[in-house]
Structures are given as C-alpha cells and as structure tokens.
C-alpha cells in the first residue's frame, strides 16, 4: 500500500470511529443524562404527568381515586386490556432500587388485587434487581430508560435545552477525534516514506514501463479514496435526512421496523422497550441463532437512526436459553 493510501485510510478511519464515539454513541447517553436531569428538576407533580402520559399512549388507563403514598412515592392503579396494573413511581435520581425493593412492590401488587405491577425511578436499577423483576412479573424502568419514553412529551424548550446539553458535552470530543485522526494520517504519510527505499535509476525501459504501471494504478487508489470519501458523505446525508424528521416520522420509521422483524418465521413479535433496546421474542432458538441476528441487523441498518440499535433477543417460555443482547454495527 502506498504511503498516501495508507495515510487516508488511518485518518479517515479515525474520523469515522470519532463520529461513531461523539456524535453518536457518547452524544445519546449525554443526552440521556442531561434529559434526567431536567426530569430531577421538575416537580413531582409535573414529572409523573408524563411518566402517566407515556403510559397512556401504551394503552394504560389510570383508575381515579386511587391515588396513594408509596414507599417514597406513590402509586397508581391503572387498567389495560382489562388487567388492573400497580404503578410505582419514585422521584429523584438518588433512588437505587434493589431486589428487596422489587420483592416488596411485588408483593403490594398481590395486596391490591392486580395482575401486573410497574416501577419507575429517576434513579438506577440494579442488575439483580432486574432479574428479580422479571421473576415477578415486574417492569422496571429506570432513568436511562425513561428518558426515551417521556422525551416526546416534555416542552419544546425543555427537549431543545436537553439536546443543545448533549451536543456541547460531545461536540468538543468530536472535533479533537477528527483533528488527531488527520495529524495521526500525516504522520503516518511522512513515516511510511522515510521506511519506503528509494529505487535506484532505472533504465529507459524501466522508466516507461513503471510510469505505465503507475498510470494505470493511478485510478485505482483515486477510486479507493473517493469510495470513502463518497461513504462518508453518504453517511452525513442520511443522518442529516433522519435529523430532519418529525417525531412522528420517527415513531413511524421504529414502527415499521419492529413490523418487519416480526414477520419472520423465527420471531414471535418484536417491541421497542426503550429507544435504543429492541426486544425481539423467539419462536425458536438454538442459543446462538447467528443468520437470524444478521437478518435482523440488515433490517434495522435500513434504518440510519436505528444503526447502533440494542437487541435484546427473548427465549421462547419453555427454553433453557437466557436472555441474551446483540449490538448491531
């Protein structure tokens, strides 16, 4: 590989795997972090309105009246599909809820006489208490998870502020990435020439057959550099064409997407638990169900927003198989 070559392809490499860092991986948790904070910073009332509203667009009603004090929140009874739901909603990201806070909740499920019970923090869950939930038939939603299903919700001002956050938080990040990717290039440029020998004086033959030869491998390393550069255009004119969109186009492009995947044979249905996690429940698996993961993979990188989706792949009820995540690249 020729020196310039070599150089495009490590500062290029650098840009792309900066923008994968800042702009979109570091830049969604800031934003996430940035979007509880703002819901800290709400009042009790005003925060539960939305966490109730988000619940609302899933089909949950709330039973009036039967409102009442919690172990340091409240809880609500709501209704869907027929089913009485126990929700329990603890203000403040200093909660960190464990399995005996799950055990207890499950247990004020059964004493209100509902079949389902969920419990919502500002705070984080811990990773047993997870399991715990799942054993009792609980959801959990923590704040990193209840960002994505509240953002919708909040006041444009409080939604732009939040993002305007998360950009100047990785936007610094962005730039150093792509700045030391381009020196790193250089150097790389001027390091693989010094190694490079230089060829002694060719003869007239040598000279036009070499210039021959480099003439025709002129194109190919113009036509290399350009396919990269092409890529890396294509990929801002998607993510600029995805930031242009409505929320309800997005809400329509996930929609869809989970449509897909659950018409496959092998998939049972396919829901959006968080804005970045897929939860994709199996037919049928034989624990590793690689075809099946790039099936999926293909499907959602249609899909330039849901490139780097979460998936988290649901053993059939009566497998031995545990639950297991997949990151698409």
């Given at each position: 590989?020729?020196?310039?070559?070599y150089a495009?392809?490590i500062a290029?490499?650098?840009v792309?795997?900066?923008y994968w860092?800042?702009g979109?991986?570091?830049?969604r948790?800031?934003?996430v972090?940035?979007?509880?904070?703002s819901?800290?910073?709400?009042?009790?009332?005003?925060?539960?309105?939305?966490?109730?509203?988000s619940l609302h667009?899933?089909?949950?009603?709330?039973?009036h009246?039967?409102?009442?004090p919690?172990?340091?929140?409240?809880?609500f009874?709501l209704?869907?599909?027929?089913?009485?739901?126990?929700?329990s909603?603890?203000?403040g990201?200093a909660?960190?809820?464990?399995?005996a806070?799950?055990?207890d909740?499950?247990?004020?499920?059964?004493?209100?006489?509902?079949?389902a019970?969920i419990?919502?923090?500002?705070g984080?869950?811990?990773?047993?208490?997870?399991?715990?939930?799942?054993k009792?038939g609980?959801?959990?939603?923590d704040?990193?998870?209840?960002w994505?299903?509240?953002?919708?919700?909040v006041?444009?001002?409080?939604?732009?502020?939040?993002?305007?956050?998360?950009?100047a938080?990785?936007?610094?990040?962005l730039?150093?990435?792509a700045?030391a990717s381009i020196v790193?290039?250089a150097?790389?440029?001027f390091?693989?020439r010094?190694i490079?020998?230089?060829?002694p004086p060719?003869a007239?033959a040598?000279?036009?057959?070499?210039?021959?030869?480099?003439?025709?491998?002129?194109p190919?390393?113009?036509?290399?550099?350009?396919r990269?550069?092409a890529?890396?255009?294509?990929?801002?004119?998607?993510?600029?064409?995805?930031?242009s969109?409505?929320?309800?186009?997005r809400?329509?492009r996930?929609?869809?997407?989970?449509g897909?995947?659950?018409?496959f044979?092998?998939?049972?249905?396919a829901g959006?638990?968080?804005?970045?996690?897929l939860?994709?429940?199996?037919?049928?698996?034989?624990?590793?169900d690689e075809r099946?993961i790039?099936?999926?993979?293909r499907t959602l990188?249609?899909?330039e927003?849901?490139r780097?989706t979460?998936?988290q792949l649901?053993?059939p009820l009566?497998?031995?198989v545990r639950?297991?995540?997949?990151?698409?690249?």
């Amino acid at each position: 590989m020729s020196p310039t070559m070599y150089a495009v392809v490590i500062a290029v490499s650098g840009v792309l795997a900066s923008y994968w860092v800042f702009g979109v991986r570091r830049r969604r948790q800031a934003e996430v972090e940035a979007g509880v904070r703002s819901l800290a910073n709400m009042k009790w009332r005003e925060c539960v309105g939305l966490v109730l509203e988000s619940l609302h667009s899933d089909g949950y009603q709330e039973e009036h009246s039967t409102r009442q004090p919690g172990d340091g929140g409240t809880e609500f009874l709501l209704k869907r599909d027929g089913e009485q739901v126990l929700l329990s909603y603890k203000h403040g990201t200093a909660y960190r809820i464990g399995e005996a806070n799950v055990r207890d909740f499950a247990n004020g499920v059964q004493l209100q006489g509902a079949q389902a019970g969920i419990l919502i923090t500002l705070g984080q869950a811990e990773g047993s208490a997870v399991e715990v939930a799942r054993k009792y038939g609980v959801k959990l939603i923590d704040g990193e998870a209840l960002w994505p299903r509240v953002d919708r919700y909040v006041s444009p001002a409080i939604r732009t502020a939040v993002r305007k956050e998360a950009m100047a938080a990785t936007g610094k990040g962005l730039y150093v990435g792509a700045g030391a990717s381009i020196v790193l290039g250089a150097l790389a440029f001027f390091l693989m020439r010094q190694i490079a020998p230089e060829a002694p004086p060719p003869a007239r033959a040598a000279v036009a057959a070499a210039a021959e030869k480099a003439e025709s491998a002129a194109p190919v390393v113009q036509t290399e550099a350009e396919r990269m550069t092409a890529q890396i255009n294509e990929r801002e004119r998607a993510m600029a064409e995805v930031a242009s969109l409505t929320d309800e186009q997005r809400l329509q492009r996930r929609a869809d997407a989970a449509g897909k995947l659950g018409a496959f044979a092998e998939i049972d249905s396919a829901g959006w638990s968080t804005q970045s996690t897929l939860v994709v429940r199996l037919n049928e698996t034989d624990g590793k169900d690689e075809r099946l993961i790039a099936e999926i993979c293909r499907t959602l990188i249609q899909y330039e927003e849901l490139r780097f989706t979460r998936v988290q792949l649901e053993p059939p009820l009566d497998s031995t198989v545990r639950v297991r995540w997949r990151q698409c690249q």
